[in-house]
């Protein structure tokens, strides 16, 4: 327990600060959590005896979002225009297309220099299946950090995950069963529907007490205030159930250990791999 504390008094600081007035720092954040996020799932996938290409996947995991923000500064701008404008900024993510191109032409050429062809579908699948996963995923947190409102944005969706996976666990210890026999899935039997409906009603609570009390001027209004919350609980509860059936399917209990008591990388941001992309999207359409 006492790790776990102290974890979270260092992770929680830390992640409020990169969102809300990071750049290189925030940069620097996203780039070591996909580089270890990445790492851990080789990990996994190798106690299974699978075989994929460490080195290769964790470089070009950890290129994605350097890309992306790269994309940001051929226009023209400067790391203080990025962070001082409240103005919305441009994000070319074909350029992810381009990283993940590359990757499929190093893998191949790797076999075809190795003269291996056993294993080689395997090989190239399960690599690029955690840049895929961990990083394209993961790495929408760039182009969210640099839109319009881009930190506090970043920052309401953290506190909306946050809240939907506490409140998931407490009202489904509390209540859990009691109302619905059944469980929410028998990948992870002890959530429980309770829980699942209990953790959309506090995030949507939780955005409009956002909107009303802490980032008045968030670019949100009317029937989105419901609309993203819900989204965001529903997408973050099946992010966390995601990376469940990866871990039973290769037998491990946490991604890995590097938090402690909380586990890995992956356990922490599971939620967040699915709600970033689908959050961009939905802000960048409706917003």
């Known amino acids: 327990m006492l790790n776990r504390i102290l974890v979270a008094l260092i992770l929680v600081p830390l992640t409020v600060y990169v969102y809300l007035y990071g750049d290189k720092s925030f940069m620097a954040f996203t780039v070591l959590l996909i580089g270890i996020g990445i790492y851990e799932f080789y990990k996994m996938m190798e106690s299974k005896g699978i075989v994929v290409n460490k080195v290769v996947g964790v470089i070009l995991g950890g290129s994605i979002p350097i890309t992306l923000y790269l994309s940001l500064l051929s226009h023209g701008n400067t790391l203080e225009k990025l962070i001082k404008k409240n103005t919305e900024h441009n994000v070319d993510m074909s350029m992810c297309t381009m990283v993940l191109i590359l990757g499929m032409f190093i893998l191949m050429f790797i076999r075809i220099y190795q003269n291996k062809v056993k294993g080689s579908s395997s090989y190239i699948g399960y690599t690029m299946l955690g840049i895929l996963y961990v990083s394209f995923l993961f790495s929408h947190i760039v182009p969210i950090k640099y839109m319009l409102n881009g930190s ?3 920052m309401t969706i953290q506190i909306l995950v946050w809240i939907s996976d506490t409140f998931a666990y407490l009202v489904g210890v509390k209540f859990g069963r009691k109302l619905f026999s059944r ?7 002890k959530k429980s529907i309770e829980g699942s409906l209990g953790s959309i009603i506090f995030t949507v609570i939780t955005m409009l007490l956002i909107k009303r009390f802490l980032f008045k001027d968030l670019n949100i209004f009317g029937i989105h205030l419901f ?3 819900i ?3 529903m997408i973050g509860q099946i992010g966390d159930l ?3 059936v990866f871990k039973r399917e290769f037998g491990v209990k946490d991604s890995g250990k590097i938090l402690g008591g909380h586990g890995g990388i992956l356990d922490r941001y599971d939620s ?3 709600v970033f992309p689908f959050m961009y999207y939905y802000i960048n359409i409706f917003l």
């Open 152 to 154: 506090q944005w970043l």
């Open 242 to 244: 995601a990376e469940s």
């Open 231 to 233: 989204l965001v609980a």
């Open 183 to 189: 469980g929410l899935c028998e990948i992870s039997p």
């Open 272 to 274: 967040l791999i699915w």
């Open 227 to 229: 609309i993203v919350p």
